[in-house]
């Protein structure tokens, strides 16, 4: 048999990537990035124009298949290889991003009738319209001592499946109706691909309320939270729930045009970005945590056994690697942050000093930020721009910045930006450390440690850890792939376990980021003031920040 090859698509918030790799070494022949033609829809419905709430974030389930349309030709041409030698694909998606389909598996925004109504559309991640809906599930949860809350730390969140139905029915009880199948993208773009409609543990697990043993959670606690839910799991929920790595079917004729790739090509089950990405570093054992940096942190970490983490996003049996308990938490806005600060409030001269080096403004700051010394700008910040999904889980608190003064330099506010979001880091890895899952190593993959080597100091300097790269720019898309090879199996040319794919096709780089002990000592003071600002305005003793949106939302 001659060299056989797999491609991983990756769909992130903005764009999707796919990328083809050599099964025998993991190199990556080539890749190629489709960014969404809608991108993130947050102020209004394409089209129609129709106004967006507060909160809310959507994206176009067509942008997707342009991703397969795009990118999977491009590689092909790019590499060179003859189609007929990929024997395998798999896909990674953020999540929970969901959609409401009809009996033919239709997205409902689709349709003529109800595409000018928001509810119709496609939810992605970050809608966080449903804070209402999680808060009164918590509450219900925690009051009927349900067995399922304390493997979410403690609360689901409100990016999740059932608070992001939940207010579907309540604002929209037509479209619910409607609806055939709540379905992860993840599972909606392998149904595309495969014609077969099947969900995965992963996103099954960590964002549906599903439990390897238990199933869903009881008809009486949905009757609880609305009678008009009892029947949810049996319903719109229904579905097989299939592991990672497992076959979903064959590439349809269909997409085989569309893509250039061989009808009946294995295609795994779908997977959640952040999960995909911890083969791909070569983790699939306990100890080690790993960072996808991006527009977020998700953490992922394995152990032995099942134990209660506060505000951990879950903890899931085969949730990353099949064998293991698989443990997630993260922050819900951390490139984003950086984005906010460059885009809506750096002065013109920083873009014009950047623009006249020609670097980015990110870069031009990074390089200023880099020759001050921790705990010289005096400034803390709380990074909470878009909430804070561990380990708080909030999505009401919001940003913080103390210590300005007319001095204040826009340099050092991006410090204490970077800063801020490796305390939050911090924060969950100590929960999960305290709490008997231990973190010895840190990996990072994703965008930003491409981006910004001060950010990747900074972490290790934090949390006074090893922080180990990834090699492949593309991670969560190789690991993507090397589920696409298990879903080939060896005897095409595949592999038969995701052990032993990482075990042949993960790298790491051999430059690491070492904690320097005279920043470490800094880092732990300015941390303790960081945890007494998280406590106050985290944990109830000022609730400013949500009575300033209370306000805010009264004046709308
Ligand atoms: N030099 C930089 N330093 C820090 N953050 C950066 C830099 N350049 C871009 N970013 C941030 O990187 C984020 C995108 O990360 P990336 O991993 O590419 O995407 P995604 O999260 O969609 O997978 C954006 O939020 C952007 O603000
Ligand atoms: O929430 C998860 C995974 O559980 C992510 O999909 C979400 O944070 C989005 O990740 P990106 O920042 O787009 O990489």
Redesign the pocket.
């Known amino acids: 048999m001659g060299n056989k090859y797999a491609i991983g698509v990756d769909y992130?918030?903005?764009s999707g990537r796919a990328v083809l790799v050599d099964l025998s070494d993991g190199t990556e022949l080539a890749d190629h990035v489709t960014p969404y033609p809608h991108n993130v829809i947050d102020e209004q419905l394409p089209e129609s124009g129709v106004k967006l709430d507060m909160d809310w974030a959507l994206q176009h389930p067509a942008d997707y298949i342009t991703v397969l349309k795009q990118s999977i030709p491009a590689v092909l041409k790019l590499s060179g290889i003859d189609p007929a030698d990929v024997i395998g694909l798999g896909i990674d998606?953020?999540?929970?991003?969901m959609l409401p389909v009809d009996a033919k598996g239709v997205p409902l925004c689709f349709d003529s009738e109800l595409k000018d109504q928001p509810h119709s559309w496609l939810k992605l991640?970050?809608h966080h319209a449903a804070q209402d809906e999680a808060s009164l599930l918590n509450e219900i949860a925690e009051q009927r001592g349900e067995v399922f809350l304390p493997r979410y730390g403690g609360k689901i969140s409100s990016?999740w499946m059932i608070a992001k139905i939940w207010q579907i029915l309540n604002e929209a009880p037509h479209i619910y109706e409607r609806t055939d199948l709540f379905l992860e993208a993840t599972d909606w773009v392998i149904a595309q691909m495969t014609g077969n409609t099947v969900r995965n543990s992963c996103t099954a697990g960590?964002?549906s309320i599903w439990h390897k043993q238990d199933g869903y959670p009881s008809k009486d606690f949905f009757k609880a939270l609305d009678p008009r839910l009892e029947h949810l799991t049996d319903t719109k929920l229904r579905g097989e729930v299939l592991p990672l790595g497992t076959k979903a079917g064959g590439l349809t004729e269909a997409m085989a045009a569309l893509t250039g790739l061989k009808a009946g090509t294995a295609v795994a089950v779908g997977n959640?970005?952040?999960?995909a990405a911890v083969p791909a570093v070569g983790v699939v054992t306990p100890g080690k945590l790993v960072m996808?940096m991006?527009?977020?942190?998700?953490h992922m970490l394995l152990g032995d056994h099942e134990k209660q983490v506060e505000g951990m996003?879950g903890v899931v049996e085969d949730g990353i690697i099949p064998g293991y308990m698989g443990y997630?938490a993260?922050q819900?806005a951390?490139?984003?942050i950086f984005a906010w600060y460059v885009e809506q409030a750096v002065p013109a001269y920083v873009h014009e000093a950047a623009a006249s080096d020609h670097i980015s403004v990110h870069e031009w700051l990074e390089r200023q930020a880099s020759a001050y010394l921790p705990g010289q700008s005096g400034l803390l910040a709380l990074d909470w721009w878009n909430g804070n999904?561990s380990v708080l889980v909030d999505t009401d608190l919001t940003g913080l910045l103390v210590g300005c003064t007319l001095l204040t330099k826009p340099e050092e506010i991006y410090r204490a930006l970077l800063e801020s979001t490796a305390f939050g880091t911090r924060k969950i890895v100590d929960a999960f450390h305290d709490n008997g899952v231990e973190v010895q190593e840190l990996y990072a993959c994703?965008?930003l440690p491409q981006k910004n080597k001060l950010l990747m100091q900074i972490y290790a300097d934090v949390t006074n850890r090893e922080i180990k790269i990834a090699a492949s720019k593309q991670t969560?898309a190789l690991g993507a792939a090397m589920f696409g090879a298990v879903a080939a199996g060896s005897a095409n040319g595949g592999y038969d376990t995701i052990v032993e794919a990482a075990q042949q096709m993960a790298r790491i780089r051999e430059e690491t980021f070492k904690p320097i002990q005279a920043n470490v000592e800094v880092y732990e003071k300015l941390y303790q003031e960081y945890s007494k600002l998280h406590d106050y305005f985290g944990r109830g003793a000022n609730d400013v920040m949500k009575r300033l949106k209370a306000i805010k939302e009264e004046l709308k």
């Open positions: 992130g918030t903005e998606f953020t999540a929970c991003t991640w970050k990016e960590y964002k959640v970005d952040a999960h996808a991006g527009t977020s942190i998700c996003c997630e993260g819900s951390v490139g984003d999904r994703g965008g969560p």
